[in-house]
């Protein structure tokens, strides 16, 4: 893991608001999750200023991560100018005086809410998602000393009946988010409120990924070139979300759209969640010779 000075103390604040012997707990924590992947570290908690389930785990292990050269990202829901995403970015640029962008390339670290950048993550990139739920099982198994069981003994039996009583009831696996994977063909890990779309941009990816739940506690790992198998069965394989339309703004036909409602009389159009993607998208466009009038 790179070295973090910590010479920026003299404005009173910490370098990235945490003090250092908390950001040295945090980062042992990583590193022991990076060596079990998918499995769930218990960590000390802080305090931080917002409430426990807006981003605390994130913001914690992006403070603990972060060097005074980084550039980050901070995104929810694939947008860079949500409210979460700009009072984050805005709290890590107060508190460590980092640069900031809204480019996917060019950031080091990446910090999400609900989505995976469209465009490909590459080696030294960090991305960290904020987790509401850590624990797969917990909709199955309310008691966490059972589910600590299940993971021991690698018994996921009742997660695969749960998504075969899916295919029973609508013919089909119907989950669409949070979809179980299963890590380094060990643990099974709750890949956040991410929609199934972005499970296979998980697999093997150059970054580094960490999953930092504040309210339970826990951090998880997926170290670069990893796999990650989302669960399915041989004759109902694992499929992601399709649109017939493509976006409204920059034409793709292969990123996550979202429905946005244009008027009162419930006129819609699809456009890219990513806004980065999106607007990426349509300055290439417009930098291209227009084919269809032909140039002077």
């Known amino acids: 893991m790179r070295s973090i000075t910590t010479n920026y103390s003299d404005d009173g604040y910490n370098f ?43 913001i914690q292990i992006t403070a603990s991560v972060l060097g005074p050269n980084d550039r980050l990202k901070v995104i929810d829901q694939g947008a860079d100018d949500t409210t979460n995403a700009v009072s ?52 199955l198994i309310p008691r966490e000393s059972e589910t600590r069981k299940m993971h021991a003994y690698a018994e996921y039996g009742a997660m695969q009946v749960t998504l075969y009583e899916n295919i029973a009831r609508f013919g089909r696996i119907a989950k669409t988010y949070d979809y179980p994977a299963m890590i380094n063909g060990r643990f099974l890990m ?53 649109w017939q339309g493509c976006c409204a703004l920059c034409g793709s036909t292969v990123s996550y759209l979202d429905e946005v409602i244009t008027d009162d009389k419930g006129s819609r159009m699809f456009v890219c969640s990513d806004t980065d993607f999106c607007n990426t998208r349509q300055a290439q466009a417009a930098a291209q010779p227009n084919s269809a009038g032909g140039e002077s």
């Open 16 to 58: 990235a608001f945490l003090d250092e012997q908390t950001k040295r707990m945090v980062r042992r924590t990583l590193l022991k999750a990076l060596s079990i992947p998918g499995y769930q570290v218990p960590f000390g908690g802080r305090e931080m200023p917002l409430a426990s389930g807006w981003g605390t785990g994130g």
């Open 88 to 139: 984050i970015r805005r709290f890590f640029q107060t508190v460590a005086d980092i640069s900031v962008t809204e480019s996917t390339e060019e950031a080091t670290i990446i910090q999400t809410r609900h989505r995976v950048p469209e465009a490909p993550l590459t080696e030294g990139q960090i991305l960290v998602y904020q987790v509401p739920e850590p624990e797969p099982l917990r909709k």
């Open 190 to 242: 709750s890949p956040s409120p991410i929609p199934k779309f972005d499970n296979p941009k998980m697999a093997n990816n150059p970054a580094i990924q960490f999953w930092g739940a504040g309210r339970e506690k826990r951090i998880y790992a997926v170290p670069p070139y990893t796999s990650v198998r989302s669960l399915d069965f041989d004759d109902h394989p694992f499929e992601v979300q399709t």
